[in-house]
């Protein structure tokens, strides 16, 4: 059981290129979620996804798009990179609300 | 705006003390709070609170909720250096599909 699984785990990218940030969940959640995470922020949410084909912005989506391809997977694209985007990237999904959310590795962006 | 603060922000100790670790929240109709584990990579579950006073525990780590006050804690006993990690804290609202994540707690346990 893989649970969560984010690809790429690394990732340097200069400015103003784009690239697509991977999600998949076998654990058949509902729910799945895009953060960010830089140092003595804690997580932020950019993106979330209740169901299959709904998305809504969290607290920072600006720069960032979704896509709920499926119930499986939810990707996180990068239109234009800035190094304000320079970041490590979780995505977690869970089966519902007021249940515990699971998280991938995450994925070390870097652009300069 | 919904909030969780936490503290401290980092913790130095040595194995076999005990911790404490607390996170404040102000969250419009509070639905849970979350304490998850950050290693070196993806925050892992520890416990989820959504009644205050009921203690919940595993192994030396223990955690309550008072929904009163707006705070939860962190309690480790007799600590080991493979403690050492981030612990974060999440409140969800009833209205709300995410958490709210507080900056987290690094504690580090010396040998």
Redesign the interface.
Known sequence: NAG?TQTPKFQVLKTGQSMTLQCAQDMNHN?M?W?RQDP??????IY?S?SEGTT?K?EVPNGYNVSRLNKREFSLRLESAAPSQTSVY?CASNRD??????????TRLTVV | EDKVVQSPLSLVVHEGDTVTLNCSYEVTNFRSLLWYKQEKKAPTFLFMLTSSGIEKKSGRLSSILDKKELFSILNITATQTGDSAVYLCAVEAISGQNFVFGPGTRLSVLP
């Open positions: 969560v729910s979620y953060y003595g922020m804690g997580l932020r949410l979330y209740a809504d969290g979780f609300r007021a249940t515990e959310a699971f998280f991938g590795q995450g």
